[in-house]
């Protein structure tokens, strides 16, 4: 024990959100896939891919808007 804050956590949920990103662009290797796949935990990558999914839809509709208003 070296009194350093544990930082799994948070590498654990960048992992997450650096896999979904590559999900939804679909450029990810299949060994990067495994490997991060087997790293990190399964309700991160729900909760990250739900905001990620909301974001995108909320950016387009916001785009959307933009667009017609002009």
């Known amino acids: 024990m070296s ?3 544990d930082k ?3 590498a654990s949920w960048w992992r997450s959100v650096k ?3 590559w999900s939804f662009l679909g450029i990810r290797s299949r ?3 495994q490997d991060d796949l087997a790293k990190v935990n399964p309700i ?3 909760a ?4 990620g ?3 995108l839809v909320f950016g ?3 785009l959307a808007s933009w667009v017609v208003g002009k």
Do not use: Q
């Open 53 to 55: 999914a909301l974001l």
């Open 3 to 5: 009194g350093e804050p």
């Open 19 to 21: 896999l979904v990103a």
């Open 44 to 46: 991160h990558v729900v």
């Open 31 to 33: 060994a990067g896939y």
């Open 8 to 10: 799994a956590p948070m």
């Open 48 to 51: 990250v891919g739900l905001v």
């Open 60 to 62: 387009l509709i916001a």
